[in-house]
Each structure stands twice: as C-alpha cells, then as structure tokens.
C-alpha cells in the first residue's frame, strides 16, 4: 500500500473512516444479510454487462473500494482490478480478498495519470459529500482517470426516502449526515468534468435510495486540458450554489 495521502482533502467524508475498526465493522456488521451485502456488487455487474465492458487493456478502478466487496465480482468478469480508499482500516479487511492492487489515497487527488482505467466505479462515496465543491472535485477525479465510462452510486434526491426527509416526514441525519443529490447537478458536474451522463440505474424507481449514474467520457484530451478552477468556473455557470444549494434541498 502506498503512504498516507497529501493534498486536497474530502473533510465530510474522510474522518469518519480513520477509526481503526470502521473496517472490520463495515466487512462483518454493516450488512445485515450476506444478500444485503451483494446487492450493490450485483448491480453493478448487471450496469457493465448493459455497457459492454469486458477485459481490455486497461484495469477498472474501484474508488473507494472500502473492504473490497466489489473485487470478487469484476474480477469473476476477468476485470483487472485497482481499489482505493483513505482508510487503512477498510484496506486491512480488503486485504483478505486480495492483497494486490491495493492503494491508500483520497478521490480528492487520484494518484493516477489521466485516462488510466478503463472503467471508474464509485459505490457509496457521493451521498457523504456535502459540499458542492467536494462533490465537484471528486467527480472531476473520477472522469480524469477513467478512459471510457464512469460508473457512481449516489442518493437520488427524487427518492421517496429523500422526499419524506426533505417534507419532514422522515428523520433528518443532520448537518453531518448523507445527502441525497439532483440528477440534474449530476448531468451538470459530469458535463464540467468532460463526461455525458448517458444513463441512471435504480433497483426500483423512486423507492430505492440509492441509484446510479453512468457517464462517458467525452474526448479524454477536454478532460486533460481543464483544470479544477475552470471547472469550478464552469459549475457556477449553470447557477448552482457553491455553498450547497444544488444539491437541492435542507440536510437529510
Ligand atoms: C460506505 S463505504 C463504501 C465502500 C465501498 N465502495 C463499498 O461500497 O463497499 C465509504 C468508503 O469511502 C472511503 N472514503 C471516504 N472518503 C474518502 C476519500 N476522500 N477518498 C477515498 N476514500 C474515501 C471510506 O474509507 C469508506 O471505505
């Protein structure tokens, strides 16, 4: 594993993970049942198959891979496989499912050359941004090293979960808690990243919580000539509110 990371940092998402046991926590409690636990990896699956994805040159990038629960699964598909992730803790449990192909380091500085990966994956990151800016740079990070596709998980804020906590109906979280995001800041940040948001997946429209955004890149050479100040420019153009505002509603 590489050294700790430096450089920008993700403040809504990386300290919560520092505990030294938030990993064997998430690899043995966070699931409640063995068919809980594979059901983001099997709709992943089934988001590659609809994309044609196939082994190729280029490895896919699991960011952040956590305790590896998708690993089995790309590499039953003859995937090569990369996973990240800020916490030492979650690599010590992905370590059990393979030690190589392990990086520590933050989605808000990727430590990889542009266009490095084939496909991007990105399971249950987004919902703990709150920032717009963070959302922005860890979605400009994820079209930056990926060749081809990017593949993210993130709360639809057109949920029934999101509209109830959002009507009061439902218990908040917090200012500290997830966040359910627009699919139309989702098109936007994408667009600014380089990437055309081409499809969103869901286990079942508008009761399911968790959805996923699917994006190409455009022409890897746009993406390498932005930088993350023209994209923050350009995010602004489409009069999102960098202080919060477009993700779209009060915390939930
Ligand atoms: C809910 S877990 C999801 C893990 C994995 N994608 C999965 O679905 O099993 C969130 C993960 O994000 C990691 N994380 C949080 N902030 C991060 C950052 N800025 N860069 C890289 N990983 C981060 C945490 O350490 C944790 O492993």
Not at 219 to 234: F, I, L, S
């Amino acid at each position: 594993m590489d050294p700790e990371p430096t450089g920008p940092s993700m403040p809504s998402s990386d300290a919560k993970w520092q505990d030294p046991h938030s990993g064997q926590h998430y690899a043995t409690r966070r699931w409640s049942t063995a068919r809980s636990a594979l059901r983001d990896p099997l709709l992943v699956e089934r988001i590659l198959a609809r994309h044609a994805v196939r082994r190729g040159l280029k490895p896919v990038l699991d960011a952040p891979c956590g305790t590896g629960r998708l690993r089995p699964m790309l590499e039953r598909r003859g995937l090569r496989y990369v996973g990240i992730d800020i916490s030492a803790s979650m690599l010590g449990e992905a370590q059990r499912a393979g030690a190589s192909g392990l990086v520590q380091g933050s989605v808000a500085r990727l430590p990889f050359q542009d266009d490095s990966f084939d496909v991007v994956v990105c399971v249950r990151l987004l919902h703990h941004l709150h920032a717009t800016e963070e959302l922005a740079l860890a979605v400009n990070e994820l079209v930056r090293v990926s060749h081809r596709l990017v593949v993210a998980s993130f709360w639809d804020a057109a949920s029934l979960h999101a509209v109830r906590r959002s009507m009061g109906l439902r218990r908040a979280e917090g200012p500290r808690g997830r966040r359910a995001i627009q699919k139309r800041t989702l098109r936007a940040l994408f667009d600014a990243a380089g990437a055309e948001v081409v499809g969103f997946h869901h286990s079942f429209r508008f009761v399911s919580q968790q959805a996923f955004v699917v994006a190409h890149k455009k022409a890897p050479v746009d993406a390498r000539a932005r930088n993350g100040a023209e994209t923050r420019a350009r995010f602004l153009d489409f009069g999102l509110d960098p202080a919060g505002g477009a993700l779209g509603q009060a915390p939930i």
